[in-house]
């Protein structure tokens, strides 16, 4: 329902949040008009080709750029050397103890610490002859030991990447509540063990690319980036290049997909900034497919040890980890290197009662290409490990998975909730998603059709997982641990012009959500206006004075948040000022579909109507008035805390004992992601993360041999899930408002990928429960599934 002005029911405003509205974006996109950062053709443009490291630890000798300097169409090769006299080095801090940040450059200087690692660039008149020229350029190494085993990393006596710092352990920390030791002690039931996450790399289908034009005449710069946080680019340029915020725009036009691996500074965006001040001309650089897989942040790289006590009627008593988490070689700007790992413990406890807790983590520097933000940030990975415990404990106990997980929820009376590793939960349905996957999917009778196929002898299998994350966090949390950057508050300008025009200004950064038809949606409703009036401005850092950018899933929530109050905002200043021009009592003023209308009355005005009398007509409204009710607002919006997100997915699937496929037959979601603004928006979204978590499920793996070479550098190696590895599935919502959020919004553009790997794993192991196969290692690529069931096998063999 609508609110009238005078705060009761207006039922002639339609309703616009909530309805499945063809998203904006799409006609420039399907049509080929779409305008992402390669398409940006700027006169003079020069192009960026990189030599980039063939080693993974070595350091740099005599740099030879003789000959390729004097190759056609060459305008330049510069080293480190050249480069740190342009920039300064920017730090990833944190306010972590014994933190040890490390520094990002354009180039690498002095030392290598992955292969894939720029080391010189090139720059020349076409990509091509760029790309030519990398071919006469001699670089003398020493090679120094790779060390690429995070547990060998961590060990005091390990080759350190960094000779600065005391080790290769980046951060450490432990998180705790109650006597864990005690309690495991005293447990009747304990189950635990390793479980391995390996690495993955975020694909995306636009690989990264920036555009920098400096303009001599006003000394200012504009960056074009296919980026997620041009605000934190910006920022960070303006430290990086010593110049004034109001002479540096980042512009993030249309972005072929992020998932994390564009929501971090890298250095390519560097170096073409400072390559086109030095040069005075547009520099332009855009990764190769090969580029894109071995210098693009990764992820998913984590270690776990756990273990989970457990009472004889399955009561959760206790959980513990040792954590390490292999970070790459740098600590990633702003996030750091302690993004990932410290995240997989604060969301181990997951949406239980767990009343002792305790988590050892560590963040270790390997020669790899380093650790990033990626779709889901570590509760893919803590939901992996605590699902998989949790299915453990239910097979120990003869327990059916759905059944142990209703027992330890956090119940409704139970909220807010704080867990073991300090994070509150609001309010969520933990045991309403679950209660509706299984009706969805018919639980009871897909159980039963798993003991017929058994009969049958085919592997079918059936896996749960649930969880719970924070987003749409406030200011009162950094979206990463001791990162000291705000990231939760969100600004919005909205106008209205002289045609009656609706633009509202946002410093989120769109790649693919469809906010600018969300956002557009929360405008149009909360002001009264037509969806067709109102136009996006995003992805812009001369938009709004202060924003960082979208990930983290918060731009509903933030930027919806600031979108509904300035929107309600400039609705009064309509209203007041409607008042005076068709002489009525404000309360008798009802504003629909940009129609002003007053009650009781045929007095009726268009919002250009009203714009132009604003704007144009001399003599319309009182000077006083016309100085309140002018046609533009700006407001502020900071959740503090945030809000939680759950969800249950529920997996059936079936192995081919013969290949070892696995096909998943049926995927059901159930979440509670609050108001849903665009339902058929929000269903891609899950349907998109899904994918993802499939593929980290099943396939993607990021390989290195023992000298830390990536061996998995092509889409042939490198293996995404198709259209036919992902099923059709359903997906339902509680769509119950959020009480701690403006507007009754949750964050939910990460949740397919949470979710997903866990209740494959869970299947998996379900479907070999008869082999005695544990599942504790992704992906389960079929050459792993052959090697775990062989194992098991010879096991029964010997025993036997």
Known sequence: MSKSSDGGIDLTRPKIIGAPVQRLEDPRLLTGHGKFTDDVKLRGTLHVALRRSDHAHARIGTI???????????VGVFTAELLDALTRPVFATSKMKDYHATPVRALAGGKVRFAGEPVVAVVAQSRYLAEDALAGIEIDYTPLEPVVDPEEAAADNAVKLHDHLPGNVLVARRFGVGDVEQAMGDAPIKVGGRFRFHRKTPTALEARSYLADYDQGTRALTLYASTQVPGIVRDALVEVLDMPGSKLRVIAGDVGGGFGGKASLNPEEILVCALSRHLGRPVKWTADRVEDLISTSQSFDEIVDAELAVDQDGTFLALKADILGDVGAFSIYPWTAALEPMQVAGFLPGPYRVPNFSANVRA???????MGPYRGVGRPISAFVLERLVDMAAKKLAMDPKEIRLRNFVKEEEFPHRTGSGIVWDRSGFTECLERAADAINYPALRKRQAEARADGRWLGIGIASYAELTGIGSRLSAAPGMPINTGTESATISVDSSGAVTAHFGIASHGQGLETTLAQIVAEEMGVRLEDVEIVQGDTSAVAHSTGTYASRSAVIAGGAGTLTARTLRGKIIEAASHLLDVDMADIDFADSLISARGTNKTMSLRELARAVYSQMGSLPGDIRAKVDLQASEFYDPHFGTTTSATHLAAVEIDP??????????????????VINPMIVDGQVHGGVAQGIGAALFEEVVHDVTGQNISATLV???IPSAAEVPSMEVHHLDV????TLGGYRGMGEGGTIGAPAAIANALNDALSHLGVEIMELPMTPERLFQVISAAQDGEAESS
């Open 64 to 74: 030879d750029t003789a000959e390729a300097e004097e190759m056609p169409g060459v």
């Open 364 to 370: 270790v520097a390997t020669n790899k290409a380093p």
């Open 658 to 675: 013969e290949t070892y496929e696995v096909s998943i037959e049926k995927f059901v979601v159930v979440e509670d992601c609050g108001r």
């Open 717 to 719: 190696d490198y293996v």
């Open 737 to 740: 408002e959020a009480p701690s």
